[in-house]
């Protein structure tokens, strides 16, 4: 069973959904027993990160996190899911899980594309990302596919080697990060289609190990 952890802050039934249509049993959850009863845990996040921590520390999922990924338990994390593994988030000042070394900044204010057009912020829609390494989560994605992005904020990894996909706004960020048995993405695969679901299926049938 795949545990969808609801703490809410959580785009949960997208995800489900997505789960469901590939065949893959999953239940939305904050129950720590069944939690740490699961195969694989699926963290997505949707809102800021203060409040998304203050949940997370509310049902006692923080330390259960830090658990799981020390006991090498497969765990993919989704836009704000992503955010809260690393040390601090610009927003709210926050401090995180600190699973992944490093902070999440927010885009600048004078944001502009190649062509000298200012972009909006929070940064919303489709867009590339472009992987550089080969991981078993990320394989047979075709180059050039496109994923949904909504957010305001971004990961800055202490260690480069983490980051595994690049996605061009104004700025190259990186959209896409990998390390032992976790694995994070920026994005929503659940709500990006064909690229999504393979992802989604690809992380489902992982070991854990790259």
């Known amino acids: 069973m795949i545990a969808i ?84 988030s610009e927003e709210n000042q926050t401090r995180c899980l600190g699973l992944l070394s490093g902070q999440v900044v927010r885009f600048p204010q004078k944001l502009c594309s190649g062509k000298g057009d200012f972009l909006k912020i929070p940064h919303m829609g489709w867009n590339e990302v472009v992987f550089s390494k080969d991981h078993p989560v990320f394989r047979d994605i075709p180059a050039g596919s496109e994923f949904y992005f909504v957010h305001s904020y971004y990961p800055q990894p202490e260690r480069e080697d983490i980051s595994i996909g690049t996605t061009e706004y104004g700025i190259t960020f990186t959209s896409a990060v990998a390390f032992q048995n976790l694995v994070a993405v920026q994005f929503h695969p659940e709500k990006s289609g064909n690229p999504g679901l393979r992802l989604l299926d690809n992380f489902c049938r992982w070991s854990g190990v790259s």
């Open 5 to 88: 952890l609801d703490y809410k802050a959580g785009n949960l039934t997208s995800v489900r959904r997505a789960l469901d249509y590939l065949g893959f049993p999953c239940r939305i959850t904050n129950s720590r027993e069944e939690i740490r009863k699961a195969d694989k845990v699926v963290f997505p996040g949707v809102g800021a990160a203060g409040k998304s921590m203050e949940s997370l520390k509310e049902l006692g999922l923080d330390k259960l996190l830090g658990e799981l990924f020390a006991e090498k338990v497969p765990i993919l994390g989704i836009c704000v899911g992503l955010q809260v593994l690393f040390d601090l």
